[in-house]
């Protein structure tokens, strides 16, 4: 695994280029702290002016006929759905494409949270996301990527805790999934997701913005359940920004507060 050429930098928002089928829209860029959960990871390549990792071969046609978008993908399927793991994260995932799919959109939600700043919540996410072998070094990258320096410039402290009277805020929330490739040991699964981060707070200089990008995830069947092996992420798709009303710090940090997260399942 490689490193790319983006670590450490940090995303701004630039103009889009004319012609576009959105007529230029803007979209919003990636935070920094977004941005380094991929540079940190054990990713095959990583975000921005990086290719998708290398999907290897595998069977995905060979069962279920093909991807499984074609399919009713929100129809029910009499599966046993997934139980809640270690530190709050589902695991038992299904040992199959649907299992698969399950797996990388709810790890997809714990990798691109406000928890993985915390030092003490971060090693409990990498030990219950990822593969046994890659737990020791992917650890490392984070802490050093995640630096009391670093935490500083997003306005939290070394815990990552926001500044009293703020909140930060870190949401992801997956729209779907599509299997690139699928055999009984390895996975390679795109989770299409939409997002809210930044501080909720009067005087945040980083406000609470929203975002859209695609994870690819490549998994591995290990100790009786799907485990990340590495990832990668890229912009979009993103649809045309609407007319919402942007609400106020404290609404946004109320909402943060009040309305819990979703397992999500096949």
């Avoid at 799907?226 to 993103?238: E, H, I, N, R, Y």
């Amino acid at each position: 695994m490689s490193l790319g050429d983006d670590t450490g930098r940090t995303r701004t928002r630039l103009p889009e280029a004319s012609g576009d089928p959105y007529g230029g829209a803007r979209r919003n860029g990636r935070s920094s702290s977004r941005s380094l959960v991929t540079v940190v990871g054990v990713v095959v390549l990583l975000i921005a002016a990086i290719a998708f990792a290398n999907r290897g071969g595998g069977d995905s046609d060979a069962e279920e006929g093909g991807d499984s978008p074609k399919a009713a993908a929100t129809a029910p399927t009499g599966e046993k759905p997934v139980s809640a793991g270690a530190s709050g994260i589902p695991a038992g995932f299904a040992h199959d494409r649907q299992g698969a799919e399950s797996a990388a959109a709810n790890y997809s939600v714990a990798l691109v949270s406000a928890d993985i700043l915390k030092p003490d919540r971060r090693a409990e996410i990498v030990r219950q996301v990822f593969v046994a072998d890659k737990q020791t070094s992917l650890e490392n990258r984070f802490d050093k990527a995640y630096s009391k320096e670093f935490l500083s410039t997003i306005g939290l402290d070394e815990n990552g805790n926001a500044a009293p009277g703020e909140a930060y805020v870190s949401r992801t929330m997956p729209i779907g999934t599509k299997v690139i490739d699928y055999s009984d040991t390895n996975a390679t699964v795109d989770v299409w997701c939409s997002g809210v981060f930044g501080t909720a707070g009067e005087k945040t200089t980083n406000p609470v913005t929203s975002d859209w990008f695609t994870m690819t995830l490549q998994l591995r069947w290990a100790d009786g359940d799907w485990k990340v092996d590495s990832f990668a992420q890229k912009d979009g798709p993103a649809p045309v920004p609407g007319d919402d009303k942007a609400s106020t710090a404290e609404e946004m940090a109320k909402a943060v507060q009040e309305y819990g997260g979703f397992t999500y399942a096949r």
